[in-house]
T-cell receptor, first 111, second 114 residues
C-alpha cells in the first residue's frame, strides 16, 4: 500500500508565487525524501530529511517534517516556469533502504 | 561522471514477446534498483540488486519477470511473454555502496505492449 500520499494532486500557480505541497504517511519512518520528475523523464532527488530533523533548506526549497502528525511539506519559493513537474515524496522506514513513493503532486507554473 | 543510463528509452513489443531492459549504474555505484511506474501513479519498487546478487525481489511479479546484475555489464530486467498490462515506464536507480538512502534515477524505459 502507498506509504506517502501527496496533497494536492495538482497545483497551478503563476510564476513568482510560492508552491506548497504536502505529504502524509501512516507508519514510523527513518527518513523522507522529495523527488521531482519532469514529464517523460526520470526522478531527480531534491532533499532528504531524517526523522530527527524538523526543517531543511536547499536553495528555493524548504522541507519540513512533523513526525507527530506524520506529515511533511515541500515549499518552493518564487516559483519559475521551469519548476513545472511532478513532485513525489518517498518514505524510508525500518532497516530498509527501499523508499516507498506516493502518487505525486503535479505542479504547473504559468509564466 | 555519466549518470544512470537506461536503454532502450522506448520499446514496443507485441503480446507474447520478450522485453529486455538494460541499466548501467553511475560509476562507482554497486547497488541497482528497478521500479515500475504506471500513468498517473508513483513508482512501485520491483527489485534491488548488488553485483551478482538479488537482495530484495519482494516487488517482482512471481512469473515472467526476472532481473540480474552480472559482474560485468549492465543490469537487465527481463519480461517474458509480455501482456498489455506490462505497458509502463520502468526506471532504474543506483546508489553508492556505503550510502544507500539517496538513489540516482535513470531516464527510464517506456514499454508499450501492443
Amino acid at each position: 500500500s502507498q506509504q506517502g500520499e501527496e496533497d494536492p494532486q495538482a497545483l497551478s500557480i503563476q510564476e513568482g508565487e510560492n508552491a506548497t505541497m504536502n505529504c502524509s504517511y501512516k507508519t514510523s519512518i527513518n527518513n523522507l525524501q522529495w523527488y521531482r520528475q519532469n514529464s517523460g523523464r526520470g526522478l531527480v532527488h531534491l532533499i532528504l530529511i531524517r526523522s530527527n530533523e524538523r526543517e531543511k533548506h536547499s536553495g528555493r526549497l524548504r522541507v519540513t517534517l512533523d513526525t507527530s502528525k506524520k506529515s511533511s511539506s515541500l515549499l518552493i519559493t518564487a516559483s519559475r516556469a521551469a519548476d513545472t513537474a511532478s513532485y513525489f515524496c518517498a518514505t524510508g522506514s525500518g532497516g530498509s533502504y527501499i523508499p516507498t513513493f506516493g502518487r505525486g503532486t503535479s505542479l504547473i507554473v504559468h509564466p | 561522471n555519466a549518470g544512470v543510463m537506461q536503454n532502450p528509452r522506448h520499446l514496443v513489443r507485441r503480446r507474447g514477446q520478450e522485453a529486455r531492459l538494460r541499466c548501467s549504474p553511475m560509476k562507482g555505484h554497486s547497488h541497482v534498483y528497478w521500479y515500475r511506474q504506471l500513468p498517473e501513479e508513483g513508482l512501485k519498487f520491483m527489485v534491488y540488486l548488488q553485483k551478482e546478487n538479488i537482495i530484495d525481489e519482494s516487488g517482482m511479479p512471481k512469473e515472467r519477470f526476472s532481473a540480474e546484475f552480472p559482474k560485468e555489464g549492465p543490469s537487465i530486467l527481463r519480461i517474458q511473454q509480455v501482456v498489455r498490462g506490462d505497458s509502463a515506464a520502468y526506471f532504474c536507480a543506483s546508489s553508492p555502496g556505503g550510502k544507500r538512502e539517496t538513489q540516482y534515477f535513470g531516464p527510464g524505459t517506456r514499454l508499450l505492449v501492443l
